[in-house]
Every structure is written in structure tokens, then in C-alpha cells.
């Protein structure tokens, strides 16, 4: 089963606006990650997150993290037609060594 | 220097088969994670493997075994295919585990006809 539910499902914006997409997962986390994916490939690491950050960022990526209501969000920047992919998160349960993937997000860019 | 490579691309095989699909990590990496990605959904995780034991399990049965090498290559056994089995094979490495970002492969898309 899925920990992880993304919301949207699916977000169409134009180039230069803003997409924030958010996750939501149901237990304690060593850590939380996301990732892109461009049809038919493999996944592509973006930012890791640890449970005791609340926010960090990456060139036009910024992560929040919220322990309390075990949810996350992930906001790109001046997005691009190059962003269009599907976005997931991903969270590292406490006590565990796997990875749980959420539903994803599929984002449209039009140039 | 080569990121996670996997073999093969595409594969089709027919129900009750058996297939083997093989990893090669990146250069440098000790630990390799397998994950099952159905059409539209997200990765689900199957197995970890580090220093050639299987550290971790996800939800699926008995027919999908691994295996890693001392080069830490590794391998994942799927027996007795069912039409259900097909989906996209992602192999992930990194050294130390979970706790660092997962590097991944382009995988393998497994067809069962």
C-alpha cells in the first residue's frame, strides 16, 4: 500500500507561474524525499528533507516539511516547459528500511 | 562515471514464465532497492539489498526473490507471471541507505502476455 497522497492528481500552469504540490503520509518518518519523472524513464532525486527540518531549498525548489500534520509540499518556482513531468514524494518510515511512494503529481507546463 | 543501469530495457514473457531482471548499481553504492511501478502509480517498493542480504520487504509474495553479488550488482526474480505482474522495474542504489538520496535506474518494462 501507499503511505503517500499527493494532491493534485494533475496541475496544467504556464510558463513562469508558480506549481506547489503537496503530500500528505500516515506515520513517523526518518526522512522524506521527492522526485521527478519524465514519461517512461527512472526517477530523478530533487530534495531530501529530515524529520527535524522544516524547510529547504534548491535553486528554484523549496520543500516544506510539517511533522504535526504529516504533510509536505513542494513549490517550483518560475517553472519552466522543461518541469512538465510527474512529481512524487516519498517518505523513509521510522524504523524501517524502505521507501514509500505517494500517488504523484502530473505537471503540465505550456510554454 | 555510469549512474544505475539496468537490463533489460523492455521484456515480454508469457503467464507462468520466469524472468530475471539485473542492476547495476552506481559506482561507489553498496545498497540496492527494487521497486514495482504500475501504469499511472507510484513506485512500489519490493525488496532492499545491502552487503548480499535482503534487509527489507515490501507487501509482495513469495515469487519475487533477489539476490545481490559482492560487486553489489543484484538481480530480481519474478516465478509463475501473472498478467498482473506487468509494470515498470526500478532499481535504486545509494551507499547508506535510506538516508540518502536514492539514485535510479531507467528500468524495465515487463510485459505479460
Known amino acids: 500500500s501507499q503511505q503517500g497522497e499527493e494532491d493534485p492528481q494533475a496541475l496544467s500552469i504556464q510558463e513562469g507561474e508558480n506549481a506547489t504540490m503537496n503530500c500528505s503520509y500516515k506515520t513517523s518518518i526518518n526522512n522524506l524525499q521527492w522526485y521527478r519523472q519524465n514519461s517512461g524513464r527512472g526517477l530523478v532525486h530533487l530534495i531530501l528533507?529530515?524529520?527535524?527540518?522544516r524547510e529547504k531549498h534548491s535553486g528554484r525548489l523549496r520543500v516544506t516539511l510539517d511533522t504535526s500534520k504529516k504533510s509536505s509540499s513542494l513549490l517550483i518556482t518560475a517553472s519552466r516547459a522543461a518541469d512538465t513531468a510527474s512529481y512524487f514524494c516519498?517518505?523513509?518510515?521510522?524504523?524501517?528500511?524502505?521507501?514509500?511512494f505517494g500517488t504523484g503529481t502530473r505537471l503540465q507546463v505550456f510554454p | 562515471d555510469a549512474g544505475v543501469t539496468q537490463s533489460p530495457t523492455h521484456l515480454i514473457k508469457t503467464r507462468g514464465q520466469q524472468v530475471t531482471l539485473r542492476c547495476s548499481p552506481k559506482?561507489?553504492?553498496?545498497?540496492v532497492s527494487w521497486y514495482q511501478q504500475a501504469l499511472g502509480q507510484g513506485p512500489q517498493f519490493i525488496f532492499q539489498y545491502y552487503e548480499e542480504e535482503e534487509r527489507q520487504r515490501g507487501n509482495f509474495p513469495d515469487r519475487f526473490s533477489g539476490h545481490q553479488f559482492p560487486n553489489y550488482s543484484s538481480e530480481l526474480n519474478v516465478n509463475a507471471l501473472l498478467l498482473g505482474d506487468s509494470a515498470l522495474y526500478l532499481c535504486?542504489?545509494?551507499?547508506?541507505?535510506?538516508?540518502?538520496?536514492?539514485?535510479f535506474g531507467d528500468g524495465t518494462r515487463l510485459s505479460i502476455l
Open positions: 559506482s561507489g553504492h553498496d545498497t
Open positions: 528533507i529530515r524529520s527535524n527540518e
Open positions: 516519498a517518505t523513509h518510515p521510522y524504523n524501517t528500511d524502505k521507501l514509500i
Open positions: 535504486a542504489s545509494s551507499s547508506g541507505g535510506l538516508v540518502e538520496p536514492q539514485h
